[in-house]
């Protein structure tokens, strides 16, 4: 069986999927000691590379319950979450905190039901992926 693109703190959630494309950005920060030199040349104090992550959710396909369950993990108070995400070819497990969210109601059913979707979630690493050599 093939596991799911994603995974938040564990649990993966098979009826959502990740909508294409899978946004991914990264920034190179940082220390107190970067900055110019009088001669205008930028010195840097290279702290590490931070990985940013924007998912779009569809949930045409998932039952609602999923759909819940998911929605209110991301949006717990909480400082971060174990996620896995697409990286190069393989995986990247990182602990990041969701910098924000949004979602749409799509439908109310006439049972009173609702269906919503197209979750998008902004994921920002806690800590540098990668540092620089020393």
């Known amino acids: 069986?093939?596991?799911?693109?994603?995974?938040?703190?564990?649990?993966d959630y098979p009826g959502i999927f990740v909508k294409s494309p899978i946004h991914r950005s990264f920034n190179v920060l940082d220390g107190e000691n970067?900055?110019?030199?009088?001669?205008?040349?930028?010195?840097?104090d290279i702290i590490g590379t931070y990985y940013?992550?924007?998912l779009e959710f569809d949930s045409s396909l998932s039952d609602p319950a999923e759909y819940d369950a998911l929605f209110e993990a991301?949006?717990?108070?909480?400082?971060?979450?174990k996620i896995v995400v697409p990286?190069?070819?393989g995986v990247l497990e990182f602990e990041a905190y969701v910098a924000n969210g949004e979602d749409d109601l799509s439908r109310i059913?006439?049972?009173?039901?609702?269906?919503?979707?197209?979750l998008t979630i902004n994921f920002v690493s806690m800590e540098p992926q990668r540092r620089p050599a020393e």
């Open 87 to 89: 990286y190069g070819q």
């Open 1 to 11: 069986m093939k596991k799911s693109v994603f995974s938040v703190d564990g649990v």
């Open 109 to 118: 059913y006439q049972n009173e039901s609702r269906k919503w979707d197209n």
């Open 74 to 81: 991301l949006s717990a108070p909480v400082k971060s979450h």
């Open 52 to 54: 940013t992550y924007r």
């Open 34 to 44: 970067a900055g110019r030199t009088l001669g205008g040349r930028m010195q840097r």
